[in-house]
């Protein structure tokens, strides 16, 4: 049976040679890019017969990456049943298109769904185009270069040192300043930033800095996987005109001189959805965007059609539409409604625009996509309006889902939410075959007496949750 050893920089160090020479194109399955987002994902590591499988929690439930080295078919084999014998789902993050195409190729990992979210998709250049910036389309870049250059002189680019790092601490706290507004996860990037430049040594990384008249002005932060040059980092104090292209330039034209392999790209990853980063990203002209898949072999969700109406106790459960959008934002943006549904969409940071009526439906459209969730629209009528939700999510491999259901703070107390919760649970279980769960805050009393009347029975309880299971007749 496999193991996986949880997160250390140990752990992270011993998997080096096979993240190295992996051949994928996406900058999840990096050594700076696992340290620099471990915290929260419950990272660990299995490294069998010569073969490497990451996990982590992605969308609150474990997902592994498709297994890198020796023996990748016998992999497969071993983590079928870990994740039957653990009750856990067949979910591969950062799936590229290649590999996409192995797993869909695959008997062993079919039907499954899958998704990727462009805002998460990896920017990939040309390396020798990076080193030179020549032809006509890069006009802007060699400009702006020039910009620099006359008014600061020549670019002085070189690896940072331990000596340095009060300078770069000095130098982040003056960009924090420059960039006062920034949202959670911009916060917590630059936080994740200052923690990967204390190891870069450890985990082989290049850190290199530009300095004008002597004082650190920008740095960038990347490492070598593959053919690729991966850059994780990338700050410049934006008082200097055209820092940005003359630091991307430099520290290409650095890596080249210090790399031991030829090098065809750069990754300088996603532009997290950010409006301006994505102009900006697309103006250094990328060759292609390798996209990141989220696969789930298995899911229930695959026996969902498009459409569906569902009608039980006085309420119609149907798929989410694009006409509920608003409706679905108001439902996920009441905080006081959402607390013991464990949400508070402001701690959300993979919501990295403004909240509008896209936000939401967006998200549930890509899970619903993923097969990670099964998402229906509680209304009173088959065309009336969203007066709440329940979910079907949590899925592992043996058979399991769990249930969860929320209404709207205005048509609670009058038995929709039990009509809801009780009509899905048995559809679950005569149409898709699941065994259904569900919890609770202990608090939660009313939530409790719902669950009950559905037919569960209680399993377990800890210091937070409740925990049930429906009754099979």
């Not at 096979?18 to 620099?36: E, I, R, W």
């Not at 034209?253 to 300088?268: H, S, T």
């Not at 109406?309 to 996920?332: C, F, M, Q």
């Not at 929320?406 to 809801?420: D, E, H, S, T």
Request: glycine share 8%; net charge negative.
């Amino acid at each position: 049976m496999l193991e996986f050893e949880p997160f250390s920089l140990k752990a992270l160090q011993n998997a080096l040679p096979y993240l190295k020479n992996d051949p994928s194109p996406c900058s999840d399955l990096s050594a700076g890019y696992l340290y620099m987002w471990h915290e929260g994902a419950d990272l660990q590591f299995c490294v069998w017969n010569g073969t490497l499988s990451v996990r982590q929690i992605i969308g609150e439930q474990p997902a592994f990456s498709y297994p890198i080295g020796a023996d990748p078919d016998g992999m497969i084999d071993e983590l079928t049943r870990y994740v039957r014998t653990h009750h856990l789902p067949l979910r591969f993050f950062a799936v590229d298109d290649g590999t996409l195409a192995v797993i869909r190729s695959d008997k062993r990992l079919t039907p499954a769904k899958r998704a990727y979210d462009r805002r998460w998709s990896d920017y990939i250049y040309s390396f020798e185009d990076a080193v030179t910036f020549k032809g006509k389309k890069y006009s802007g870049q060699r400009n702006h270069i020039n910009k620099f250059k006359k008014l600061y002189g020549e670019p002085d680019i070189r690896l940072l040192t331990s000596g340095d790092k009060a300078e770069a601490a000095e130098m982040l706290a003056e960009y924090k300043e420059e960039h006062p507004d920034g949202c959670a996860l911009e916060q917590l990037e630059r936080k994740r930033t200052e923690e990967l430049l204390e190891v870069c040594g450890a985990l082989g990384l290049y850190a290199a800095g530009l300095f004008v008249e002597g004082k650190l002005a920008a740095f960038s932060i990347g490492e070598i996987a593959g053919d690729s040059l991966l850059i994780h980092a990338e700050k410049a104090l934006k008082r200097y005109e055209g820092i940005y292209p003359t630091m991307y330039s430099g520290f290409v034209r650095l890596i080249a001189g210090l790399a031991d392999r030829p090098l065809k790209y750069v990754n300088r990853e996603d532009d997290s959805g950010d409006p301006g980063l994505r102009t900006s990203k697309t103006q250094y002209h990328p060759i292609r965007m390798a996209h990141k898949y989220l696969v789930h072999v298995g899911s229930p969700a695959l026996k969902m059609a498009d459409t569906f109406s569902i009608a039980s106790g006085g309420v119609v459960l149907t798929e989410i539409r694009e006409s509920d959008k608003e409706a679905y934002r108001k439902l996920n943006t009441d905080v006081q409604n959402n607390r013991y549904w464990g949400y508070d969409y402001r701690e959300d940071v993979s919501i990295t625009g403004p909240v509008d009526e896209n936000t939401f439906f967006d998200a549930v459209t890509y899970d619903t996509a993923a097969g990670d969730s099964i998402n229906f629209a509680v209304r009173l009528t088959e065309d009336g309006e969203m007066i709440g939700e329940a979910v079907l999510w949590n899925f592992t491999s043996d058979g399991t889902a769990e249930l969860g259901c929320r209404i709207m703070p205005a048509c609670q107390g009058k038995g929709f939410g039990r009509a809801a919760f009780g009509a899905v649970a048995d559809f679950a279980s005569r149409n898709l075959n699941l065994r259904v769960t569900a919890r609770c805050c202990r608090e939660n009393t009313p939530s409790a007496r719902m669950i009950a009347a559905c037919g569960f029975v209680p399993l377990r309880q800890d210091e937070k949750f409740c925990y049930y299971e429906k009754r099979v007749d």
